[in-house]
């Protein structure tokens, strides 16, 4: 069983939509899940968070940052190759799908995203919006050309604030200077959902800690197997280990030990450099 | 006559590579063994065998030199023979109970039953008629040697079969665990997999039961199920630094090194491993581990609370990871995992332990010796430790009752579970075990799911 590639699209530098058919994943898939993704038979296991998913078409949704010798590989395929594994929907779904509308209708989420954060971002606010539940929601980037999904966002019809570092588009600033300034402006919210980059996940909870509103991040540890079977993407949560790929990947990010894992995020830096270099062909170290 | 000594690779050339150590008998050196049975009347052989192997018999036709019709009896109780000569422990089973043992040494009955299963593998021999189907559909869960012969053996009962796999390969532990140098992976465990696809299963990679699919879903479509997931969850220490960088778990490191084969540049898994390695654990995990470290160029440290006679390894792999060089830390147990600024592993903080009484399990329990701690320099640390069967399917599936160790309840005899129509077998039932005990597993809820489904239509 092979996993066609379907469509792809050019999001903004390095970052790339692709649609693949893999109809047993998109029936099952909910919104904060993931998939393991092996490119060919000597490939590494890639996890990546599901960020669309259409029963009808049997097709799965998937944003890849280029920044590492297999997410390169991967994106430089093209419509009609097919990758060699699609494993999931794996990791426990969001929280809320547990909720009854009513329940939900009583809830303002706040959705934070930064980088190609917004692509996992888009299946909970469509899910939500779906249900008739408008969220806001924070796109941050570094530049204008690094803002992705904003259309998509748009569409659902969701209170959309971006920022940018540089101010080259939307507000000049953090993620956390927005939240700031919307609690400052009196917006209430009963939850937070922050998905970026570790750091960012790690200072958007230090504040809302402070502003005492509940948070929810998604931890993208690294992994090898994805099923719980190898310990790879432990964490520290409340004080406890725990598998992000089986209790996660969403967290209570007020309990998350941050440092413990951006330092195990880092752990195979050097490993993929001296990678990088071998696949691009040189055979030094 | 003294037992036939087995050909291996020599330990200094061996610890370069990662080929199969123990090259096994040819057929005269199988001949020869064979001849030392005795075929006593007691054969206590059978009665420690787990799947109760007519020992005696198949010897027999192996001094005979009808290696055909001894693989004919071995395959009538043991699907795997291959695999299972390689890596039961059979100094605590068939060749504890030899009565050549008792003033010497036992006849090498695993040595001969890996002959057989190889012989068979290597000329390409039908061992089992494939069978008319009859229309029936079981969905077998996990392709470990549970799974695999609970499959092997409702195909041979003419059931259509469906293995679905959570993995990208099918193998379970034998793939993802037990290293080439032990196990050969192309040589024999594809072999066998490919035996079981010659009878007509089919295999699902990539399907994770549970997520994918769930049990209520696969009884829409299957007569029955059968729940062969194992135990694949780490356990750690708990203790100080245990998640710093460089300390994996042995599923972790083992995982990288042979199913992703992180150790040959053309793949692109990484594996990183330091100088100085320190594997904590005395069971076969602990060695597979230490060895494989020991075959990526380092210093390997065996760190164990009990001595070397409590270990629960196999006798032949603490042999030969005594050979490769490894440094056996007995009476040792960590208390704490240093770090350096980085968040790495620079150190583990030791604590001198000695035995006391025999706990329920017969072993002498380890005491720590107090004010005995002491530093001492890794930059690796391997934990061996046991695991637990996942709880994926027990997460998903509530009318599937476990107990509090986490693993499936079952009927002993049948291996039904508490929800109609699903049985379970293997490590997945008995907490981290053996091969041998989950393929007999696996066969038993075959002819008990044979039962049910009759009985049902
Ligand atoms: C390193 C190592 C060395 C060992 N050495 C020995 C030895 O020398 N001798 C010996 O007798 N025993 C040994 N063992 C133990 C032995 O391997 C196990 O007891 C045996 O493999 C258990 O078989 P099983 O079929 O129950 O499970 P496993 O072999 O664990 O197979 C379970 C399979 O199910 C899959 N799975 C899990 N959950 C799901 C799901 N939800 N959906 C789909 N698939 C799923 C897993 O991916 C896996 O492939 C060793 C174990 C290890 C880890
Ligand atoms: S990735 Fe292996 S346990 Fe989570």
Redesign the interface.
Known sequence: ?MYRIVKKEVLAENIYLFDVKAP??AK?AKPG?FVIV?IDE????IPLTICDYDNNKGIVTIVVQAIG??TM?LSRLNVGEKL???????GKPSEFIHMTVEELKNKKYLFVAGGVGAAPVYPQVKYLNELGIKSDVIVGARNKELVIFENEFKELGCNLYICTDDGSYGIKGRVTDVINSLVNQGEKYDEVVAIGPMVMMKFVSMLTKKLGIKTTVSLNSIM??G??????C???VGGE?K?TC?DGPEFDGHLVDFD?AM??Q???R???VR?LH??EGCSCF | MERVPVRELDAKERVKNFEEVCLGYNEEEAVLEASRCINCKNSKCVQNCPVGVNIPKFIEYIKNKDFKQAAEVVFDYNSLPSICGRVCPQESQCEGGCILGIKGQPVAIGKLERFVGDYVLENNIEVYEKKEQNGKKVAVVGSGPAGLSCASTLARLGYSVTIFE???EAGGVLV?GIPEFRLPKDKVVKKEIENLIKLGVEI?????VG???TIEELLEDYQAVFVGTGA???R?M?IKG?????V??A??FL??ANL??AFL????????IGKKVAVIGGGNVAMDAARTAVRLGAEVHIVYRRTEDEMPSRLEELHHAKEEGIIFDTLTNPVEILQDE??WVKGMVLRKMELGEADESGRRSPIEVEGSDYVENFDTVVMAIGTIP???ISYTTSEIQINKRKCIVVEEDTGKTTMDGVYAGGDAVTGAATVILAMGAGKKAAYAIDEYIKANS
Do not use: W
């Open positions: 069983m047993m994943v099952s899940q092996r000597k490939g590494e296991r010798a297999s590989k060699c594994d699609f494993a999931g929907p794996l090898v197997d099923t719980g079977m190898c310990g790879a432990r964490v520290t280990t598998f089986v413990v330092k195990r880092n752990m195979f050097d490993e993929e990678r071998h696949s | 959570a993995l990208h993802y699902k990679t990539n399907v994770i997520r994918t699919i694949g969850l780490p750690f708990g245990e998640n710093a960088n460089g994996y778990s599923n972790e995982t990288r992703m084969k540049n053309e793949y692109e898994t990484p594996i990183k980085n968040g996942n709880p994926l």
